[in-house]
């Protein structure tokens, strides 16, 4: 379990000094992936930093399964963070090496034999979809499978914590799709507790089920992905459900009328409108109270709101249709 306890951090800068965060207290439970999301400057990297203690919070406390990371002398620190390791928007992969051997190198810092790390690493490479790529170098890959290689190698000491600061910014969309999909699989399959650092909804909606959204260096909102993006509280959490402004006043004065969140993450875009398509199988009309989607190649991301009439019965058989269809999610919206 990972307890954030009334945490602040403030830089010094030239002229006076900035609250990057402020008295953050957030639980997060073993196995949870949890994401901390917010707009640029809102803090979420330096939280993620101060977390493994890459940066020293000026108040409050860190606990991990108990242990204050803050008392810890540096040899201690350097063997905990094993246990905690990270991955970037920017691979930070050395360009020197090949995939092999940059996977090996946490490896070879903790002291591992040169045969044992090997193999681990092949392993890892392996698990990850570049077994054929041990001996190529990260100029020679694409940024999705630089990624990969950044993702073995934090698997390297056989961590307990995977921490992604906005790890899939740098990709196109069906990239992130497939990083998502695979840090998704190795929570499953190796028990890690996730924390996901990013300013993209979609990301978070995807593969987290608890989320923060810090807003200037404070929390503003605190729950479930499904609870917090189905109906925002915060003027902050607003903003990243309904970036284009969707005035939520709707949803109180929609007499009568159900609401439902369509959110679009790489759905099949075709020639056939969705909502019209519903109607003729089902015959569920529905109204677009917003909508922000765009189509990249042939798929379709961002999200809508959609107004079904006719009271529950037929709004769950429009939200049971929609859950049928690849690639989308469908929530109330209340």
Do not use: W
């Not at 949890?34 to 409050?60: D, F, H, Q, W």
């Not at 987290?208 to 925002?232: N, Q, R």
């Not at 909508?291 to 709101?305: D, H, L, V």
């Amino acid at each position: 379990m990972i307890e954030i306890k009334n945490l602040s951090k403030t830089f010094s800068v030239s002229d006076g000094q900035v609250e990057a965060l402020k008295n953050i207290n957030l639980t997060i439970n073993d196995g949870d992936i949890y994401g901390i999301i917010g707009m640029s400057g809102a803090g979420k990297s330096t939280l993620v930093r101060c977390i493994n203690m890459l940066e020293r919070p000026t108040e409050g406390s860190i606990f991990i399964d108990g242990v204050d990371m803050s008392t810890l002398t540096p040899k201690e620190l350097r063997n905990e963070r094993r246990n905690i390791t990270m991955i970037f928007q920017g691979f930070n992969l050395l360009m020197q090496r090949n995939c092999l051997k940059n996977v090996c190198f946490p490896l070879e810092l903790a002291g591992v034999k040169k045969a044992e790390a090997q193999k681990r690493a092949a392993e890892l490479l392996d698990i990850v979809g570049l077994g054929d790529k041990l001996k190529s170098y990260p100029a020679q890959l694409s940024g999705g499978q630089q990624q990969r290689v950044a993702i073995a190698r934090a698997l390297a000491t056989h961590p307990k914590i995977l921490l992604c600061d906005e790890a899939t910014s740098a990709l196109d969309p069906q990239t992130t799709q497939s990083i998502l999909s695979l840090i998704r699989e190795l929570h499953d399959k190796l028990g890690l507790t996730v924390i996901v650092i990013t300013h993209q909804m979609s990301v978070v909606e995807q593969i987290c089920t608890k989320v923060a959204i810090l807003d200037h260096g404070e929390v503003a909102e605190i729950g479930d992905v499904s609870e917090v993006f189905s109906s925002p509280k915060s003027k902050a959490a607003k903003s990243l459900v309904y970036p284009e402004g969707f005035d939520s006043d709707v949803l109180q004065s929609s007499n009568g009328t159900g609401v439902i969140r369509v959110v679009f993450n790489g759905a099949e875009a075709t020639n056939t409108p969705l909502i019209a398509q519903m109607a003729i199988d089902i015959n569920v009309p529905a109204s677009i109270l917003y909508a922000s989607t765009k189509s990249i190649g042939s798929k379709a991301y961002g999200n809508m709101m959609l107004g079904i009439p006719g009271g529950r019965d037929e709004m769950n058989k429009a939200m049971e249709y929609l859950k049928k269809m690849p690639g989308i999610t469908v929530q109330e919206a209340n």
